[in-house]
């Protein structure tokens, strides 16, 4: 999870600083103990996910839970909008709170709105959450269902929430127990979604998968190259002797996930047009007189994660939210993360990843294009692609990318966050921020 796009994340943001590649103080678990380098993702999951240390687990979380929904017919405007805004962190004394929070209960009820138009249900529905944060979503997708949704379909569904976070988790259930009746379809599994062993057997069963501001907190690789035309290299971070700071090391590329996400990205350029092949010669020629370093940050906690999806509910929908971009982004390299903690009130954005120990949120914008790349890849599509023998490969996955104001008008109700004078901070504020849904489709043989 991560704040709010927009003005919500401008309010937070200072001024973007030229990054400088300097070591910085490892956190006290010392997960480099022994001397041994680490990957970059493993890092980023230490900083944000350790139990002992880790951003999300300190305590119930930096996610703030509202005592009631705004009321935003009742407000002017845009600076009427801020400055509500601006007294509820003030009141809260917490990071952010999530698009789900801040516009309950419409966002979550336009993300129940979609699943009961495309569910099928001849059959149980059931719906696993990923991050569910403080339990908004669950509840009020499971307010709508009760609401909305025939009674056969309330009574039956199931929903299940995987939260790597203990106190998360005990949070969820309170929001959720808010009514009564809502106990019996919803549980919380305590464990960490990307590994295979916890999703148990293979469920062929149709259920949907939601992932709101979750893909911005997945850990992500590094690689390197020193200039514009040398191979990629694999980021991996050690303890400098004697010290407890830290300092990058590069390898060739050998790890399988850092390489299959090269590949999917099509970055080591394999297919390549002659025309190509002549810029890539040029290239060659300008990284010797004026060699420029290359960084690029990968979304290798997401292709795990998916994999382990598909692996395990092969006939999931999937919905998805996040940012497409952040501002005022210092940190070098394509799709690099903001590094942000805040101290007495005030936010500050580190212009080093490896300051963040475990009181400093990470965030990635999600390249929504190459998720999708993703989502075909694992569910299989891709390898099929490669080896269609003498048929045509069918499509595995429909999947549609809409923007927040897209989706919310094709499923939400619009009306309901807009102010007075026709301002809609959920329409004109979250213009960077997007929906992806997924289904499966049949094979034809």
Request: proline share 7%; with cysteine.
């Amino acid at each position: 999870m991560a704040p709010a796009f927009s003005a919500h994340v401008s309010a937070l943001r200072r001024g973007a600083l030229c990054a400088r590649w300097i070591p910085a103080a490892l956190f006290s678990s010392g997960n480099l103990t022994g001397g041994k380098p680490i990957l970059v993702r493993d890092f980023v999951r230490s900083a944000l996910y350790d139990p002992n240390h880790g951003y999300f687990s300190k305590r119930t979380g930096p996610v703030g839970v509202l005592d009631a929904s705004i009321r935003f017919n009742q407000l002017e405007g845009r600076s009427a909008y801020m400055q509500h805004l601006d007294k509820l962190y003030k009141k809260h004394d917490i990071a952010w709170f999530t698009p789900v929070e801040l516009f309950k209960p419409w966002y979550a009820y336009a993300v129940a709105a979609s699943i009961l138009r495309t569910a099928n249900l001849s059959i149980p529905l059931k719906i696993y959450e990923i991050g569910g944060g403080s339990g908004t979503c669950a509840k009020c997708i499971l307010d709508y269902m009760m609401l909305n949704a025939p009674p056969k379909v309330y009574n039956d569904m199931k929903y299940i929430s995987v939260e790597i976070s203990s106190s998360l988790a005990e949070k969820q259930l309170e929001t959720v127990g808010e009514v009564q009746s809502h106990l019996s379809k919803f549980s919380v599994e305590h464990r960490d979604a990307t590994n295979r062993p916890g999703w148990g057997r293979k469920d062929p069963l149709p259920c949907w998968v939601l992932m709101l501001e979750v893909l911005d907190n997945l850990p992500h690789d590094l690689v390197y190259s020193p200039d514009q035309v040398s191979p990629w290299m694999e980021v991996w971070i050690e303890k400098i002797n004697g010290s407890s700071q830290a300092s990058e090391i590069y390898k060739p590329l050998q790890d399988p996930l850092i390489s299959r996400c090269v590949e999917i990205i099509g970055m080591n350029g394999d297919k390549v047009s002659v025309s190509e092949k002549l810029a890539f010669a040029a290239k060659g020629v300008l990284s010797k007189l004026f060699p420029k370093p290359r960084r690029a940050w990968l979304p290798t906690g997401c292709l795990k994660l998916m994999d382990t999806l598909h692996q395990a509910l092969p006939s999931m929908s999937f919905i998805a939210s996040d940012f497409s971009y952040l501002p005022d982004v210092s940190i070098p390299g394509d799709r690099a993360p903001l590094v942000s903690s805040k101290k007495d009130g005030k936010t500050s954005d580190h212009r080093n990843y490896l300051d963040a120990q475990g009181d400093a949120d990470i965030f990635f914008p999600t390249d929504f294009r190459l998720l999708e790349q993703i989502d075909h890849h694992c569910s299989g599509f891709s390898k099929e692609q490669k080896n269609p023998g003498a048929f045509k490969p069918v499509k595995k996955r429909r999947s549609i990318i809409l923007d927040t104001a897209a989706f919310m008008e094709e499923f939400g109700l619009p009306l309901k966050t807009r102010t007075k004078d026709g301002y809609n901070p959920l329409l004109d504020d979250f213009k960077n921020t997007k929906f992806y849904l997924s289904v499966p489709t049949h094979n034809r043989k």
